[in-house]
C-alpha cells in the first residue's frame, strides 16, 4: 500500500532534506521513523528537496509498505522517534497512483525578511535580517516581470541539474507588516536556489541599487552571473504543494498559522 505524509521541519541543524553521505539529511531522520514504525525498510520520495538551512512546513512525501498501521499510528509512531524539530503533521493511505513529486501541480514558498536596523535574537535561523531600508514598491513591480512561464536560467544554481530551466510561476507577491517582509511565490516547479535568487535582486531593487527593469534584463540574458546575490537559506521555506483534488489529500494544518 501508499502512505502519503505531511512533513514540517526547521532545517537548521540540517544539510538538506536529501539523505547525506556526510551528516544528517531531514529525509534519513524521517525514513528511520518510519521504518521502525513499520517493522521493515521505509524509502520516502518527497514532493521538493530543501537545501541545507532550508525549512518547510507543508512538505509531501509518500512510501510503499507492506505494513498496515492506522493513520493515527503512522502520524503517532513516526513522531514519537523523531527529534523535536522534525513532525509528521498528517498520514493517508493514497492510491498507488499518487507520487509525492510527479502528481504535484504546484508549490510554494515563502522568504522572510527581516527589515530594521537591530538584528534579532529570536528569529536569527529563521528570516534574513537586511538592516538598509527597503523600498517594497519597486520589489513589487519588478517581481511582476517574473510572472508567467519564462526560461529562469538566469535564476538558477549554477550547479543545478534540471533538464529544462522553464518555469511558471502563478503567484509572486511581497508583504510588508512593519519591519517585516514577506515574499510569497507559487509555480509548477522550481530550480535549485530559485527563490533565494529571485530574492537577493529584488532586494537589490529595494535597496536602490538597481531599476525594477532589471529582473527583466536578467530573465532575457538567462545568465546567472547578471543577477543579484543569492539570499541565505534560513529565510525560506516551503509552505505547500497542492494536488489534484482527486487525491482528497488532508487540508494543510498550518494553513492559519502562516
Not at 172 to 194: D, K, P, Y
Request: glycine content about 8%; aromatic content about 8%; proline content about 4%.
Amino acid at each position: 500500500m501508499r502512505i502519503a505524509l505531511g512533513i514540517e521541519y526547521d532545517g537548521t541543524a540540517y544539510n538538506g532534506w536529501q539523505r547525506q553521505r556526510t551528516g544528517d539529511g531531514v529525509q534519513e531522520r524521517v525514513e528511520q521513523a518510519l521504518s521502525k514504525v513499520a517493522n521493515e525498510p521505509v524509502e520516502i520520495i518527497c514532493a521538493g528537496r530543501t537545501d541545507s538551512g532550508v525549512h518547510a512546513s507543508g512538505q509531501v512525501v509518500h512510501f510503499d509498505t507492506n505494513s498496515k498501521r492506522s493513520s493515527r499510528g503512522w502520524l503517532l509512531g513516526a513522531n514519537s522517534d523523531l527529534p523535536d524539530d522534525v513532525s509528521v503533521t498528517w498520514a493517508q493511505l493514497v492510491s498507488d497512483d499518487f507520487h509525492a513529486r510527479f502528481s504535484a501541480v504546484a508549490r510554494s514558498y515563502r522568504y522572510l525578511i527581516l527589515n530594521r536596523f537591530e538584528r534579532s535574537a529570536l528569529h536569527r535561523n529563521r528570516a534574513w535580517w537586511v538592516y538598509d531600508p527597503l523600498d517594497i514598491g519597486p520589489m513589487q513591480e519588478a517581481a511582476e516581470f517574473l510572472l508567467g512561464e519564462h526560461d529562469f536560467s538566469g535564476f538558477r544554481a549554477a550547479a543545478c541539474q534540471a533538464s529544462t530551466a522553464v518555469r511558471k510561476i502563478s503567484h509572486l507577491s511581497l508583504t510588508q507588516r512593519g519591519c517585516w517582509i514577506e515574499l510569497e511565490v507559487t509555480a509548477n516547479a522550481f530550480l535549485q536556489h530559485m527563490v533565494r535568487n529571485i530574492t537577493g535582486t529584488l532586494v537589490a531593487i529595494g535597496r536602490g541599487d538597481e531599476s525594477p527593469d532589471w529582473v527583466a534584463e536578467i530573465l532575457q540574458s538567462r545568465d546567472r552571473k547578471k543577477g543579484g546575490i543569492a539570499a541565505p537559506p534560513h529565510g525560506l521555506t516551503l509552505v505547500s504543494v497542492a494536488y489534484p483534488d482527486e487525491f482528497d489529500l488532508p487540508a494543510d494544518p498550518n494553513a492559519n498559522l502562516r
